[in-house]
């Protein structure tokens, strides 16, 4: 467990040297990474992978804003570095895999599974983590592999900052990709104000929704010209999801709960069921129950 320590304590160290060299070199406008308040538990095996995972979930996905990904356009240009965008791929995928309970069913979540359990076997020799040797084993191999992706990121940050049109077109691009970088929270209040336009916003998980959503909504402020006003096109962008995506209280899994059968009459129920919503809105319970009126389910 020492050993992971030491490595936990490398890890945290370059990323002081990546926030000093960006705050540095874009006159503190910039703060690469933001304070992680998760903490790691190195004296129990188990709970220290467990942490471990939210740990690095959330230095790559929570406190770096857009400057993971802006980087790692970046190395896959650069031949001079290398390239560890699977790193952050495997840290999400292990997320959530622990944190969310996923349906085997669906290919995307089998897929996540097969991943994960390719990288367990990979790394251990097995395909679930079972004893403190395999949590450790496991633990080291993340942490080594997120040294190595961190040390390819600043060696990029090195040369682009060094680079002679690094303040001509480097840096205005890493700036108007942070000006355009809005929290899930400024998306979701965006989001519940349009729901509570069709009177809807009390049946709807608005969390749920924007974290499938927000990547999408994202790479759609990412394109606009500058001057747009965020709350006005966000509007515009989450109206357009609103009517065309259908969203309802009632997901496959609820149908499944209440006695559907899988495959296509499963998405012919769900479709229906959204329907009915957007025509008559009103909660989960009561969309099951017209459902079973109806003899859908």
């Given at each position: 467990m020492t050993k992971l320590q030491t490595l936990h304590d490398r890890v945290k160290v370059l990323i002081d040297q990546i926030n000093s060299l960006t705050q540095e070199k874009t006159s503190?406008?910039?703060?690469?990474?933001?304070?992680?308040?998760?903490?790691?538990n190195f004296n129990s095996a188990g709970a220290c992978y467990s942490e471990l995972i939210n740990w690095a979930y959330s230095l790559f996905i929570e406190v770096c804003g857009p400057n993971v990904k802006f980087f790692e356009e970046r190395m896959k240009t650069n031949d001079k570095v290398g390239n560890y965008s699977s790193t952050p791929r495997l840290v999400h995928t292990?997320?959530?895999?622990?944190?969310?309970?996923?349906?085997?069913?669906?290919?995307?979540?089998?897929?996540?599974?097969?991943?994960?359990?390719?990288?367990?076997?990979?790394?251990?020799?097995?395909?679930?983590?079972?004893?403190?040797?395999?949590?450790?084993?496991?633990?080291?191999?993340?942490?080594t592999q997120i040294l190595e992706y961190l040390t390819a990121l600043y060696e990029c940050i090195i040369i682009?900052?060094?680079?002679?049109?690094?303040g001509e077109t480097i840096l205005p691009a890493w700036q108007r990709r942070n000006d355009r970088h809005f929290?899930?929270?400024?998306?979701?209040?965006?989001?519940?104000?349009q729901l509570q336009l069709y009177g809807i916003d009390a049946f709807l998980d608005t969390n749920k929704i924007t974290k499938r959503e927000?990547?999408?909504?994202?790479?759609?402020?990412?394109?606009?010209?500058?001057?747009?006003?965020?709350k006005i096109e966000a509007a515009r962008i989450i109206t357009r999801y609103i009517l065309d995506q259908k969203y309802s209280p009632v997901d496959q899994k609820d149908l499944l709960d209440s006695?559907?059968?899988k495959g296509k009459k499963l998405m012919e129920i769900h479709s229906i069921?959204?329907?009915?919503?957007?025509?008559?809105?009103?909660?989960?319970?009561?969309?099951?129950?017209?459902?079973?009126?109806?003899?859908?389910?």
């Open positions: 503190n406008t910039i703060v690469f990474f933001e304070n992680i308040t998760i903490t790691i292990l997320r959530t895999i622990k944190n969310h309970n996923l349906d085997w069913d669906k290919p995307d979540d089998f897929s996540k599974k097969n991943y994960a359990e390719e990288w367990y076997n990979k790394t251990v020799g097995k395909t679930q983590l079972v004893t403190d040797d395999d949590y450790i084993a496991c633990s080291e191999s993340i942490l682009d900052v060094s680079n002679e049109f690094y929290s899930n929270f400024d998306f979701e209040q965006v989001l519940l104000d927000i990547d999408k909504w994202r790479s759609e402020i990412k394109d606009l010209r500058d001057g747009f006003d965020f006695g559907a059968e069921i959204r329907e009915e919503f957007y025509k008559n809105p009103r909660s989960k319970t009561e969309l099951i129950d017209w459902a079973k009126e109806k003899n859908l389910l």
